[in-house]
């Protein structure tokens, strides 16, 4: 089973919205709605972020919002703050779990 | 709130046997609708799941590691673990332990990491 693709970099200025995409196959993104994202700041555990494609765990800020079309999983930070500065995987479950690649996200 | 710890030496031999406990609290491992999981990170690399474990002993393992693999549950401990065999360098990474959710599939609580070193 291969890494979801994600890009390696994104950025945004504070304030600003960032879009990380990841991208699967018909067979685990495309196939279920089990599509999760976790941030994780260095030297940390990763952080539930997003659950079922759009749901948002409690105490996890709207300004993280998901998506998905076809084979592709989409996050989005909207109003970007220091804080956001982290890396993020998207995840698909298909009876196993595949992460992806990392996203990297700076804040400028 | 649920916490988890992962436990066990931080350096192994090559061919040896890497073994690790995540000690669960705040919540019975044995509470349904969920599922124990370990997942790795290999130095300044993404996330590699490694295999999760029902409270039952129902196992479901990564199939590229799968033989080297074994997990277990005890339930009077609160705790579950994982063995990896046969260790090369390529196994040195940081190890979490994580909680799943059976019905909509994501890992809510993960413990802090350990970083386990394969070095002779």
């Known amino acids: 089973q291969s890494a979801l693709t994600q890009p390696p970099s994104a950025s945004g200025s504070p304030g600003q919205s960032v879009t990380i995409s990841c991208t699967g196959t018909s067979s685990d993104v495309g196939a279920y709605n089990s599509v999760s994202w976790y941030q994780q700041h260095p030297g940390k555990a990763p952080k539930l972020m997003i659950y079922e494609v759009y749901k948002r765990p409690s105490g996890v800020p709207d300004r993280f919002s998901g998506s998905k079309s076809g084979n592709t999983a989409s996050l989005t930070v909207s109003g970007l703050q220091a804080e956001d500065e982290a890396d993020y995987y998207c995840s698909s479950y298909a009876g196993t779990y595949v992460f992806g690649t990392g996203t990297k996200v700076t804040v400028l | ?120």
């Open chain 2, 1 to 120: 709130q649920v916490q988890l710890l992962e436990s066990g030496p931080g350096l192994v031999k090559p061919s040896h046997t890497l073994s690790l406990t995540c000690t669960v609290s705040g919540g019975s491992i044995s509470s349904g609708g969920f599922y124990w999981s370990w997942i790795r990170q290999h130095p300044g690399k993404g996330l590699e799941w490694i295999g999760y474990i029902y409270y039952s002993g129902t196992t479901y393992y990564n199939p590229s590691l799968k033989s080297r693999i074994t997990m277990s549950i005890d339930t009077s401990k609160n705790q579950f673990s994982l063995k990896v065999s046969s260790v090369t360098a390529a196994d040195t990474a940081v190890y979490f332990c994580a909680r799943g959710d059976d019905y909509d599939n994501y890992l809510d609580y993960w413990g802090q990491g350990t970083l386990v070193t394969v070095s002779s």
